[in-house]
């Protein structure tokens, strides 16, 4: 067996987290592949879920490497775990909820997106305390102007948004606040 050195530590400055919600390593940033793609290194602790959303600007992947993660996506329901890997098509209603144990895994977007919103929104790693709290507003904020659709809180899944709500929100003529 080869004795291969570790890879450097993720410098400081690509470390961030979402309240006690997240925490994520930016491994690829968009500049570094010319808004290609990016790749990040996510946690999520035991049971918690993302709010029902879409991507209208790019498309998500998500590779597990440690724990759980069960994913709604449009029609289908999923759980990975280590070593599963699943693709989010654009424009697919969709949430994720990892299993009690949390979960950890590498989430590819492509064009680059996911990365710089949790750069924008998030707390630098190093500053956060067991008393960060998300800042939803500034989320939000960053979240619209990537072109992402939050449709609905924790827990909600595709099957609770109607089809018609979901067809006026991309042909252009709703919004989550007028549906």
Same mark, same amino acid.
């Given at each position: ?42 946690? +999520?602790?035991?049971?918690? #879920? !993302? $709010?029902?959303? &879409?991507? @209208?600007?790019?498309? /998500? ?12 996506a ?42 710089? +919103?949790?750069?924008?929104? #998030? !707390? $630098?790693?190093h &500053?956060? @305390?067991s008393?960060? /709290?998300?800042?939803?507003?500034l ?41």
């Amino acid at each position: 067996m080869s004795n291969f050195p570790s890879p450097p530590p993720v410098p400081q400055d690509r470390r961030f987290v979402l309240g006690q919600h997240l925490r994520l390593s930016i491994l690829t940033s968009a500049e570094e592949t010319d808004g290609r793609h990016d790749l990040s290194d996510v946690v +999520l602790p035991g049971d918690a #879920g !993302t $709010p029902l959303h &879409l991507h @209208t600007g790019y498309e /998500e992947r998500i590779w597990v490497v440690e724990g759980s993660l069960t994913v709604w996506a449009g029609p289908d329901t999923f759980t990975l775990r280590s070593g599963d890997f699943y693709a989010i098509p654009m424009n697919t209603p969709h949430t994720i909820k990892a299993g009690p144990e949390g979960a950890r895994s590498l989430n590819i977007t492509s064009p680059a997106a996911f990365a710089e +919103l949790i750069r924008r929104s #998030g !707390t $630098p790693a190093h &500053l956060a @305390t067991s008393e960060t /709290e998300w800042d939803m507003g500034l989320f939000q904020a960053v979240t619209e102007e990537l072109g992402d659709i939050i449709l609905g809180p924790p827990g909600a899944t595709p099957a609770d948004l109607p089809p018609a709500d979901l067809e006026k929100l991309l042909a252009g003529r709703g919004s989550p606040d007028n549906i």
